[in-house]
Nanobody, 126 residues
């Protein structure tokens, strides 16, 4: 049974930092894409960052480049999203997702991802 469990969300003032964690278990493949997505009320889910081991690449949405960093700890089967210089527009539910393969250029699109966590709320106040 695949489980992706996010943690680390919370409330922070603008300019602050948070680190989200995604603990993965039961994934049936070692080479994969792990992604972070977010969804604000009334908006579509959008990709924030992705780390694809089969391509050796990390990708970021333009809105978070230079502020967010995705990383992984293979020993702990955990993926992290370090979020710095947070802005009120970063407020959303953040989700972790996993897939064996995502086409080039689609790593930040929700559609290819097969497994999803339940999400962790991030609220940034001005």
């Amino acid at each position: 049974q695949v489980q992706l469990v996010e943690s680390g969300g919370g409330s922070v003032q603008a300019g602050g930092s948070l680190r989200l964690s995604c603990a993965a278990s039961g994934l049936p493949y070692s080479s994969k894409c792990m992604g972070w997505f977010r969804q604000a009320p009334g908006k579509e889910r959008e990709g924030v960052a992705a780390l694809c081991t089969f391509r050796g690449s990390t990708l970021y949405a333009d809105s978070v480049k230079g502020r967010f960093t995705i990383s992984q700890d293979n020993a702990k089967n955990t993926v992290y999203l370090q979020m710095n210089s947070l802005k009120p527009e970063d407020t959303a539910m953040y989700y972790c997702a996993a897939v064996a393969y995502a086409p080039r250029g689609r790593e930040l699109a929700p559609a290819p991802y097969k497994y999803w966590g339940q999400g962790t709320q991030v609220t940034v106040s001005s």
